[in-house]
């Protein structure tokens, strides 16, 4: 059992003892190094599920929250009307949320929300909605994985197509005249002086 993971049982079970009773104790533990999240109920594990955390330059903020609101269905307005089905919001537009980008997921990919594969979502989704947002605690923690933090290389552009060579003038059936003469260059162009 990892470190993170023991020190969110370990938060668990302090808000178990201070819970009201009839509600479980949901915890949401992300680590963002290691792109998983654990969910647990009343300490029991009850999901481990594949996420993807903010990318470079969109990281997704670490600390302990609680949800703000549920959105069923709903559509980023940041971010090109993206789809974010099952959404758990729970730090301002930051939100815990299904995505079809499903093969991202494992890896840092999003503007800084927590992705999870949509079927996934919506179980998380129906069990803090069941259990109520007073009786869950979101914990992020960890740093994203080197690569995530490292300047993502601009992929190599394809090889501009050789310069023509001009070491005869454009000639087209004979004519010097024919075809754009302002392709040649300088010194071959042709010099059209004033016959006046």
């Not at 998380?124 to 740093?143: H, K, N, P, Q, Y």
Request: hydrophobic letters at 35%; aromatic letters at 14%; proline letters at 10%.
């Amino acid at each position: 059992m990892t470190t993170w993971l023991r020190s969110a049982l370990v938060a668990v079970t302090a808000l178990a003892m201070n819970a009201a009773p009839g509600f479980a104790n949901i915890l949401i533990a992300v680590d963002k190094g290691t792109q998983r999240m654990a969910v647990s109920v009343d300490g029991v594990p009850k999901y481990q599920f594949v996420v993807s955390t903010g990318r470079a330059g969109f990281g997704t903020p670490s600390g302990t929250y609680h949800p703000e609101r549920l959105e069923r269905s709903w559509f980023s307005k940041e971010y090109y009307n993206s789809p974010m089905p099952y959404s758990i919001f729970f730090h301002g537009g930051f939100a815990i949320h299904g995505s079809y980008e499903i093969s991202r997921l494992g890896g840092p990919a999003s503007h800084g929300c927590i992705r999870l594969h949509p079927s996934n979502a919506e179980k998380l989704f129906a069990l803090v909605r069941s259990e109520g947002m007073d009786a869950t605690t979101i914990v992020v923690s960890g740093t994203s994985p080197a690569s995530a933090r490292r300047s993502v290389p601009v992929a190599a552009r394809p090889a501009a197509p050789p310069e023509p060579t001009y070491n005869q003038p454009y000639y087209n059936y004979g004519n010097p005249y024919y075809g754009n003469p302002y392709a040649w260059p300088q010194q071959q162009r042709p010099t059209y002086g004033n016959p006046y």
